[in-house]
């Protein structure tokens, strides 16, 4: 069964410090993971996409790691903002014959202090 | 360029009685997926359109049903509401150019009694 875990489920960290996000799946076969970011109310705004052959994306002060050895991503927030404060959620496609079927992590909840 | 917006985006139902959701996709989108977002299982996959077809399919019973138009609008209808079908309902388009790309909607928030 495809699987996505994340963690940690939760993390309150002070405004301008860094902090990591892990995710780690169970998807095959891999097509790509996505990570998202979902401000409370809202619908969510892709942040990466990695496929099996990309290891780093940056966007801004958000870098994603895949590593598809092991099975594991991570997305590195660097000088946290307000405004960083949302639910991040990794995703994982599997491709059978060509289409996609998305399995979505239950998501980190992010909480910046000032 | 507009994006994916959802209607309505809030809801109240009664159990049993069945539901119609609309979502209308950026312009040019000609893939449209849905999604159930619940506090307890997260955000789960229920269908993907493309050209007015279904393409993909994730694991709901079969109360959940969806369509696509010519235009690339689509629908999603719940029949039979139970209250476990309290849900923020999301829908997202996809193009072609980005092939991985999608872009959500807002949600349509509902709410079975």
């Known amino acids: 069964k495809n699987q996505v875990e994340q963690s940690p489920q939760s993390l309150i960290i002070l405004e301008g410090k860094n902090c990591t996000l892990q995710?780690?799946?169970?998807?095959?076969?891999?097509?790509?993971l996505r990570w998202y970011k979902q401000d409370t109310g809202r619908g969510p705004v892709s942040l990466t996409i990695m496929t099996f052959s990309e290891n780093t994306k940056s966007n801004g002060r958000y870098t994603a790691t895949l590593d598809a050895d092991t099975k594991q991503s991570s997305l590195h927030i660097t000088a946290s903002q307000l405004s960083d404060s949302a639910s991040y959620i990794c995703?994982?496609?599997?491709?059978?014959?060509?289409?996609?079927?998305?399995?979505f992590g239950r998501g980190t909840s992010l909480i910046v202090h000032p | 360029k507009a994006g994916v917006t959802q209607t309505p985006r809030y809801l109240i139902k009664t159990r049993g009685q069945q539901v119609t959701l609309s979502c209308s996709p950026i312009?040019?989108?000609?893939?449209v997926s849905w999604y159930q977002q619940t506090p307890g299982q997260g955000l789960q996959f229920l269908f993907e359109y493309f050209s007015e077809t279904q393409r993909n399919k994730g694991n709901f019973p079969g109360r959940f049903s969806g369509r696509q138009f010519s235009n690339s609008r689509s629908e999603m209808n719940v029949s039979t509401l139970e209250l476990g079908d309290s849900a923020l309902y999301l829908c997202?388009?996809?193009?072609?150019?980005?092939?991985?790309?999608?872009?959500f909607g807002p949600g349509t928030r509902l709410t079975v009694t």
């Open positions: 995710c780690n799946y169970t998807v095959s076969p891999f097509s790509n």
């Open positions: 312009s040019g989108h000609r893939s």
């Open positions: 995703v994982v496609s599997a491709s059978p014959g060509g289409s996609y079927i998305p399995t």
């Open positions: 997202a388009s996809k193009g072609l150019a980005a092939s991985y790309e999608q872009y």
